[in-house]
């Protein structure tokens, strides 16, 4: 049955005639090249459509569908061993050009690859809205983020580079110690910030001087497309290589195979704990995991009301609550939680409801049907089990566009109360006692961050010092997030494995080798030797500026 509500966020669906010249794709993006062993191989075989999030609709039917924006090839086994085999035969058990390139030639080949970026910037930043449904300013500020990232992490490199040029001496050792490649990384990132998370383990993978298989995300494709070139022109053959497949079909098969060293996803903790056990060698398997997570809130009862309403509001539905980093459970005293909730929704209320492209848009299509029905599915078990809507129109939707739903009283039982919806969801849930909110985070499977909203000193402290044991951020009167860069992005439990920020993801994508000698003259005048005739990248007290 179609509702009013349904029928009006119809009406935010434009005829594909009505889509602003400015904004559309120039073409559809069909792509049918794969980059392997530093060679773009055409593909012939099976291809998969893509739909964007985005629909159209028809004017004389009132018919919605999603717009098709391409296709990208469906490889299989054969195509992923090749990719693999490439990769491997690049590291070439650390004699590889790339493992045993200087750093300062790797840092070239990577501003390289960076300018070829930027010349791709308008077509990518497209292909983000369109893919995935991310608004164009979002869309933009994540090409120019990982842009930032890249030339960060160039710049932590080179001070942890410059931090190890120069020989230590104890106990009658010379010794020299440096970070080193730890081999050939699998690298998975997500859909919800396809460019920027999956760069955040790509990018330090191969500046380390690792050699990569990248499979993008099943949504979130196409937007690599115009990058294969600057790969293959930046780097050296089989430094880089995409595999695009089922991920049930190949990834097992890959990290069966015991060649890759490191596997990088940011994903969910069911497939990562299914992924490591294929491994022959678990033990030598480094993973970096970017996982599930159920932030929470705990709103005391001297909260400031309205910066707590508009840091949540943020929190909880900002690209429409698809983080991993987003609010996704909030906790509020009983004494103000009925004033609480009726001012979240009177500014949820507020929030513009459209497609991607237009200015100050908050809430725009999810990425396909399935997301639709399952946040659909969340609400009715919620319903079922006593909680409300309490929003007007909240859990409407049509076809990819769903309007949020405050959902409240949310208890134990629900599917809301512990599963992560990552989706336009926002449960809430009411406390006496502050022990019942604790004992929330600590009974969760999850441990990434919480936010703590109150005035009283005393209060918060105390909260602090039991929350840092079981999440990896804290955060005090202001919502959850990833940022600063610099900061370590990390959590406990299910949430991830190893840290990431500039810095932690160079030490996570490699190891501490050293070389030593005893403090004997003759040990002296050959490093001295090595060191003045340039005979080894490892060896040397060169100063990167």
């Known amino acids: 049955m179609t509702t009013d509500r349904s029928a009006q966020l119809a009406q935010h669906f434009p005829a594909f005639e009505d889509i602003p010249a400015d904004y559309r794709l120039a073409e559809q993006v069909h792509q049918r090249h794969s980059l392997v062993g530093g060679r773009l191989i055409e593909w012939n075989g099976a291809s998969k459509t893509v739909l964007s999030p985005v629909c159209a609709r028809d004017p004389s039917t009132g018919d919605v569908r999603q717009v098709e924006i391409g296709s990208y090839p469906v490889m299989g086994e054969a195509e992923s061993d090749a990719a693999l085999d490439a990769a491997v035969a690049a590291y070439a058990n650390g004699r590889g050009e790339w493992p045993t390139m200087a750093v300062a030639d ?3 080949c990577m501003q390289a690859f960076v300018r070829g970026m930027a010349q791709q910037r308008e077509l990518i930043v497209n292909l983000i809205m369109w893919e995935i449904g991310k608004s164009l300013a979002d869309s933009r500020k994540e090409f120019d983020r990982t842009v930032e990232y890249i030339q960060a992490t160039i710049q932590a490199l080179k001070d ?10 104890a106990e009658g050792t010379i010794g020299q110690i440096r970070r080193t490649p730890l081999g050939v990384v699998l690298c998975m990132g997500p859909y919800n910030y396809p460019l920027n998370e999956t760069f955040a383990t790509l990018i330090p993978a191969l500046l380390m001087g690792n050699t990569v298989v990248f499979k993008p995300p099943q949504y979130g ?3 690599f497309h115009p990058l294969l ?12 290589n995409t595999i695009y497949a089922p991920g049930a079909v190949v990834v097992p ?23 490591k056990k294929q491994h022959p060698k678990s033990h030598r398997l480094r993973a970096i995991l970017g996982l599930d997570a159920k932030n929470a809130a705990i709103i005391l009862p001297d909260a ?7 840091e949540c509001l943020l929190g909880a539905l900002s690209f429409n609550g698809q983080r991993c980093t987003a609010l996704k459970m909030l906790i509020v005293h009983r004494s103000i939680v009925d004033r609480f909730v009726q001012r979240f929704t009177e500014e949820l209320g507020k929030l513009k409801v459209g497609m991607p492209w237009e200015s100050g848009v908050s809430i725009t299509p999810l990425p396909g049907l399935h997301r639709t029905a399952y946040m659909t599915e969340a609400l009715e078990d919620a319903k079922a089990k006593g909680a409300r809507i309490v929003n007007e129109g909240g859990g409407e939707f049509c076809q990819t566009l769903f309007h949020p739903a405050v959902v409240y009283p949310v208890s134990e039982g629900m599917k809301l109360y512990r599963e992560e919806q990552f989706g336009p969801l926002v449960p809430v849930m009411p406390f006496d006692d502050v022990e019942t909110a604790l004992d929330y985070v600590i009974t969760s499977d999850h441990g990434q961050q919480v936010s703590i909203f109150g005035a009283d000193p005393g209060q918060i402290g105390a909260l602090v010092d039991p929350l840092v044991n079981q999440v990896c951020r804290v955060n005090i009167n202001c919502q959850c997030q990833r940022g600063p860069d610099v900061f370590p992005f990390a959590g406990r439990k299910d949430s991830a494995e190893g840290t990431l920020s500039v ?4 030490r996570a994508f490699s190891i501490r080798s050293m070389v030593a000698a005893k403090q004997t003259e003759q040990a002296k005048e050959l490093l001295n030797a090595i060191v003045q005739d340039h005979k080894s990248s490892f060896i040397n007290t060169g100063f990167i500026l």
């Open 106 to 108: 790797r840092i070239a």
């Open 503 to 506: 810095s932690d993801a160079l």
């Open 160 to 169: 942890l580079d410059n931090a190890s040029s120069r020989f230590e001496i």
């Open 304 to 310: 400031d009301i309205e910066l707590t309403v508009k």
């Open 253 to 275: 098969r890959l990290l069966a195979s015991g060649k890759v060293n490191v596997l990088a996803l940011i994903g969910s903790s069911k497939v990562a704990d299914h992924l």
């Open 229 to 240: 070139e600057a790969f293959r022109s930046a780097f050296p053959a089989g430094v880089i």
């Open 221 to 223: 494709t196409l937007l």
